[in-house]
């Protein structure tokens, strides 16, 4: 397609379920990277993959958090047993080429644990 | 991890003036800088990125890098109302695997 497709737009779980969260790069984009937004402005950088390898995995939290880009399947990040504080809004980017040029953002996922 | 420094602002300033907003960053292997625009509730959007030290213009944005001094701002001339939003500096870390991001100013313009 020609935008980055996050879905769920929102997504309520209760603490210690798990959420997953999908995101469909933009056709052609070989490049996806995941970020969490907390409290409105706080981008923190989860992990990217370049098509289906893993490219940079050092933001990602060592337990709880696992993500995946599967041959002809949209992207996906599970969180198992959420916590309160993993309440943010994730978004999802793709880029055409390495170095993140002109990465471009979908709409990303409000995930809100109660 | 590598940092990325913004003011958070808020900054002011009256329609048709010019917005300055600044940016430094720490990694020195950083290769590409990209200046993005977020409304509230929405995702940002890319609206300028640079790669070379210097000026480099579109339209009322004009992006500035300097490599030596690890620093880069947007200017925004003739400021509008709708130009009211947070932009959020983000540069490459050296392998170019990822993004990183400031903590964003916000820039408020007054009619």
């Known amino acids: 397609g020609e935008e980055v497709a996050q879905t769920p737009k929102h997504l309520v779980r209760g603490e210690g379920q798990k959420a997953k969260l999908y995101c469909a790069p933009i056709k052609g984009h070989s490049y996806v990277f995941w970020y969490q937004q907390v409290l409105k402005n706080e981008f923190k950088f989860l992990i990217s993959?370049?098509?289906?390898?893993?490219?940079?995995e050092t933001g990602m939290p060592k337990e709880r958090f696992s993500a995946k880009c599967l041959p002809n399947s949209p992207c996906s990040l599970e969180i198992q047993a959420t916590k309160l504080e993993d309440s943010a809004v994730y978004f999802c980017a793709s880029s055409q080429l390495k170095g993140n040029t002109e990465a471009f953002f979908g709409q990303g996922t409000r995930l809100t644990v109660v | 991890q590598k940092e990325v420094e913004q003011n958070s602002g808020p900054l002011s300033v009256p329609e048709g003036a010019i917005a300055s907003l600044n940016c430094t960053y720490s990694d020195r292997g950083s290769q590409s800088f990209f200046w993005y625009r977020q409304y509230s509730g929405k995702s940002p959007e890319l609206i300028m990125f640079?790669?070379?030290?210097g000026d480099k213009e579109d339209g009322r944005f004009t992006a500035q890098l300097n490599k030596a001094s690890q620093y880069v701002s947007l200017l925004i001339r003739d400021s509008q109302p709708s130009d009211s939003a947070t932009y959020l500096c983000?540069?490459?870390?050296?392998?170019?695997?990822?993004?990183?991001f400031g903590k964003g100013t916000t820039l408020s313009v007054s009619s």
């Open positions: 640079i790669y070379s030290n």
């Open positions: 993959f370049q098509n289906e390898n893993v490219f940079d």
């Open positions: 983000a540069v490459n870390n050296q392998a170019g695997t990822a993004l990183i």
